[in-house]
Nanobody, 121 residues
């Protein structure tokens, strides 16, 4: 499956963005989807994941602010980000795997190209 992330941009602290991850070349409903991010000089880290039955799991720092969702009919996943903070500044990547929820980078087989999110203070 091929993934295309979009929706990043520049936003002020406290603002919102919605990222999209368009999938092609596979049956999207059969994949668990995840979002990861990588800030400058830091390692890529887990943000959120959504499973085949819409079960979700979040990294602690985004709980209550970010919402992961999916629309299987549109082969698209989303990450709604509210109350953004400067620490959320990073390149955001979507990823997919055939299996249950996972938060480890190595458990994902398919990756999108990343979209830049910049939060100004």
């Amino acid at each position: 499956v091929q993934l295309q992330a979009s929706g990043g941009g520049l936003v002020q602290a406290g603002g919102s963005l919605r990222l999209s991850c368009a999938a092609s070349g596979g049956i999207f409903s059969r994949y668990t989807m995840g979002w990861f991010r990588q800030a400058p000089g830091k390692e890529r880290e887990f943000v959120a994941t959504i499973g085949l039955s819409d079960t979700t799991y979040y990294e602690d720092s985004v709980k209550g602010r970010f919402t992961i969702s999916r629309d299987n009919a549109k082969n698209t996943g989303y990450l709604q980000m509210n109350s953004l903070k400067p620490d959320d500044t990073a390149v955001y990547y979507c990823a997919a795997r055939q299996g249950i929820l996972a938060s480890s980078i190595g458990e994902y087989n398919y990756w999108g190209q990343g979209t830049q999110v910049t939060v100004s203070s």
